[in-house]
């Protein structure tokens, strides 16, 4: 099989955990339109501060440059993807051909996602596919890496990703969330990325139960940088699965004028410095939603250089 | 049930631009129900039509529009004031909608939205619980259906989004996931909430859906 893959100038995320390595990633989030300017400038400030980038998938159901696209701007820019892949948009076949493109492009990681509903979005009018949701994409894929689609028709050379999923630790109630959390591994799933956390405590329990259902998943932690009480308070209305607590809402509060990003950038190495030092999780992934020029400051501060991991 | 909504009266004179002779058809079972199609709101429709100049030749409300046959003999029964007509303003669903398309050459308009297959919680007020998916999932939880009480539809637990029980799509709604997690824990069947469920066959609803039942005396053994 002739494969299309360039050669890999770093190693993957399954690497990464496999050296036991704290893995440090970043996120990219596509702009709406063709000027990438910005987005390519932020490829290369993170290319190599962060072990991987992920892309995601129409976020917020607002449409956006692709994911895959962009997953592969970054392999042609020396960073390494992690591809994000929701269910709202496709249905099995459309995933399944992605997911063909992807492996032959040397993508080798995929974050499976249900994804956010369509009426949180920008094309509140669109048709919702969810054809399928984050378990069954886990198994899809668990499906094409022994050889065959969902159809059940052999393949022509499938697939291999080091397949992640995402788990939302401040859930209310948590119960179902941990059923499944434990159902996406059985899926297939081999690490996790959470969705954003903030408050610290509720981590550690969510980690102590986490462990006791599996203690060889790779789990990172998912931290949003806080940039503004604006901001805030439109994530806390309508960001799904975030909810930003009361004592950091004081502390963005109590910023000076003009220094509401530095507290957020403050918050943030915090809580990487909190996960490395007590050895929370096995990794931490940065979502600066906007900011990604901000995330160096951030890793400097928190006394974090990848390079010396 | 089928629920009903009105179009706007405005839509619906739209629709019968150039069309002064119409025929009113109403339903007496669902629409009426829902106050979108029965006796007082075809007569009120009635009413309207003829402030606007339109002349209404005649009127008719009947059980199971959607019946073709039904609808057929129907017509033939009111043969003066639907042989006067050049237009028909069908005040049901859209089964019953085209069930008089099926009945008549001419041109034939709605006057509702239909909008789902539901429950009634009481008068004037309906809820959506099941979404005519062809393959019956309610046995594997709890009798709450995750296809339709579930924005998403989804077969494997609740979305991140969900939050004390509500939907990430509004405050107000009930996160379908957490009632059926709760109701199964209740039954001490959370094991079915364990399993993973694999793909869903959407072949069982694919459109148009068609039944044909064998006739009894035939085809047995």
């Given at each position: 099989m002739t494969l299309l893959i360039k050669k890999h100038t770093k190693p993957g995320i399954k690497e990464i955990f496999e050296s036991g390595t704290f893995l440090v990633s970043g996120e990219i989030g596509p702009p709406k339109?063709?000027?990438i300017d910005e987005m390519i400038e932020h490829i290369d400030l993170l290319k190599d501060k962060v072990h991987a980038m992920n892309i995601t998938d129409n976020q917020s159901s607002v449409m956006r440059y692709p994911s895959l696209g962009t997953a592969l701007i970054i392999k042609e820019h020396g960073g390494e993807p992690n591809l994000q892949v929701t269910c709202r948009d496709r249905n099995r076949m459309a995933i399944e051909a992605d997911l063909l493109f992807a492996y032959t492009r040397g993508i080798r990681s995929v974050l499976c996602l249900t994804g956010?509903?369509?009426?949180?979005?920008?094309?509140?009018?669109a048709k919702a596919v969810f054809d399928l949701e984050s378990v069954q994409l886990l198994q899809l894929i668990s499906g094409m890496e022994a050889g065959k689609d969902t159809g059940g028709n052999e393949l022509g050379g499938g697939v291999e990703f080091y397949k992640g999923a995402i788990v939302t630790?401040?859930?209310?109630?948590?119960e179902p969330q941990m059923i499944k959390f434990e159902k996406k591994i059985e899926a297939g799933a081999q690490w996790f990325q959470t969705q954003a956390v903030y408050d610290m405590e509720n981590f550690k329990r969510f980690m102590e139960a986490a462990r006791k259902i599996n203690d060889k998943v790779k789990i990172c932690a998912g931290l949003v940088l806080l940039t503004s009480m604006g901001a805030i308070r439109y994530m806390n209305a309508n960001v799904p699965g975030v909810f930003v607590p009361d004592n950091l809402v004081e502390e963005m509060k109590e910023?000076?004028?003009?220094e509401a990003l530095n507290t957020g950038i403050r918050i943030l190495a915090r809580q990487i410095r909190q996960c490395i030092d007590e050895k929370l999780c096995d990794g931490v992934h940065i979502m600066?939603?906007?900011?990604?020029?901000a995330v160096p400051k951030i890793l400097e501060e928190a006394g974090v250089d990848i390079t010396k991991m | 049930m089928i629920i009903t909504t009105s179009k706007p009266f405005e839509e619906v004179l739209q629709e019968l631009e150039g069309e002064d002779k119409v025929f009113i058809v109403g339903c007496g079972l669902c629409s009426t129900t829902c106050e979108t199609g029965g006796e007082d709101q075809v007569a009120e429709m009635k009413a309207k039509l003829e402030a606007e100049g339109?002349?209404?030749?005649g009127t008719t409300v009947y059980d199971e529009v959607c019946h073709e046959l039904n609808t057929k003999r129907k017509f033939r029964e009111n043969k003066e004031a639907v042989g006067a007509a050049d237009s028909f303003l069908v005040m049901t669903c859209g089964a019953g909608i085209q069930s008089v398309r099926e009945a008549t050459e001419q041109a034939v308009h709605p006057a509702n939205n239909t909008v789902f297959l539901g429950n009634i919680l009481r008068q004037g007020q309906f809820t959506e619980?099941?979404?005519?998916?062809?393959?019956?999932v309610l046995e594997d939880f709890g009798a709450i259906c995750p296809v339709t009480r579930c924005h998403k539809g989804i077969l494997n637990g609740p979305c991140g989004g969900t939050d004390e029980g509500k939907c990430e799509t509004d405050k107000?709604?009930?996160?379908g996931w957490t009632l059926i997690y709760n109701q199964l824990d209740k039954m001490g069947k959370l094991d079915r909430f364990r399993k993973i469920y694999g793909l869903k066959n959407w072949q069982a609803s694919m459109k148009p859906g068609k039944v044909i039942f064998e006739k009894k005396g035939e085809g047995g053994e």
């Amino acid at each position: 099989m002739t494969l299309l893959i360039k050669k890999h100038t770093k190693p993957g995320i399954k690497e990464i955990f496999e050296s036991g390595t704290f893995l440090v990633s970043g996120e990219i989030g596509p702009p709406k339109g063709t000027d990438i300017d910005e987005m390519i400038e932020h490829i290369d400030l993170l290319k190599d501060k962060v072990h991987a980038m992920n892309i995601t998938d129409n976020q917020s159901s607002v449409m956006r440059y692709p994911s895959l696209g962009t997953a592969l701007i970054i392999k042609e820019h020396g960073g390494e993807p992690n591809l994000q892949v929701t269910c709202r948009d496709r249905n099995r076949m459309a995933i399944e051909a992605d997911l063909l493109f992807a492996y032959t492009r040397g993508i080798r990681s995929v974050l499976c996602l249900t994804g956010d509903s369509i009426p949180v979005g920008d094309h509140k009018e669109a048709k919702a596919v969810f054809d399928l949701e984050s378990v069954q994409l886990l198994q899809l894929i668990s499906g094409m890496e022994a050889g065959k689609d969902t159809g059940g028709n052999e393949l022509g050379g499938g697939v291999e990703f080091y397949k992640g999923a995402i788990v939302t630790p401040e859930a209310h109630p948590i119960e179902p969330q941990m059923i499944k959390f434990e159902k996406k591994i059985e899926a297939g799933a081999q690490w996790f990325q959470t969705q954003a956390v903030y408050d610290m405590e509720n981590f550690k329990r969510f980690m102590e139960a986490a462990r006791k259902i599996n203690d060889k998943v790779k789990i990172c932690a998912g931290l949003v940088l806080l940039t503004s009480m604006g901001a805030i308070r439109y994530m806390n209305a309508n960001v799904p699965g975030v909810f930003v607590p009361d004592n950091l809402v004081e502390e963005m509060k109590e910023a000076p004028k003009g220094e509401a990003l530095n507290t957020g950038i403050r918050i943030l190495a915090r809580q990487i410095r909190q996960c490395i030092d007590e050895k929370l999780c096995d990794g931490v992934h940065i979502m600066a939603i906007g900011k990604e020029g901000a995330v160096p400051k951030i890793l400097e501060e928190a006394g974090v250089d990848i390079t010396k991991m | 049930m089928i629920i009903t909504t009105s179009k706007p009266f405005e839509e619906v004179l739209q629709e019968l631009e150039g069309e002064d002779k119409v025929f009113i058809v109403g339903c007496g079972l669902c629409s009426t129900t829902c106050e979108t199609g029965g006796e007082d709101q075809v007569a009120e429709m009635k009413a309207k039509l003829e402030a606007e100049g339109k002349t209404v030749t005649g009127t008719t409300v009947y059980d199971e529009v959607c019946h073709e046959l039904n609808t057929k003999r129907k017509f033939r029964e009111n043969k003066e004031a639907v042989g006067a007509a050049d237009s028909f303003l069908v005040m049901t669903c859209g089964a019953g909608i085209q069930s008089v398309r099926e009945a008549t050459e001419q041109a034939v308009h709605p006057a509702n939205n239909t909008v789902f297959l539901g429950n009634i919680l009481r008068q004037g007020q309906f809820t959506e619980k099941c979404s005519l998916c062809g393959d019956c999932v309610l046995e594997d939880f709890g009798a709450i259906c995750p296809v339709t009480r579930c924005h998403k539809g989804i077969l494997n637990g609740p979305c991140g989004g969900t939050d004390e029980g509500k939907c990430e799509t509004d405050k107000e709604k009930d996160c379908g996931w957490t009632l059926i997690y709760n109701q199964l824990d209740k039954m001490g069947k959370l094991d079915r909430f364990r399993k993973i469920y694999g793909l869903k066959n959407w072949q069982a609803s694919m459109k148009p859906g068609k039944v044909i039942f064998e006739k009894k005396g035939e085809g047995g053994e």
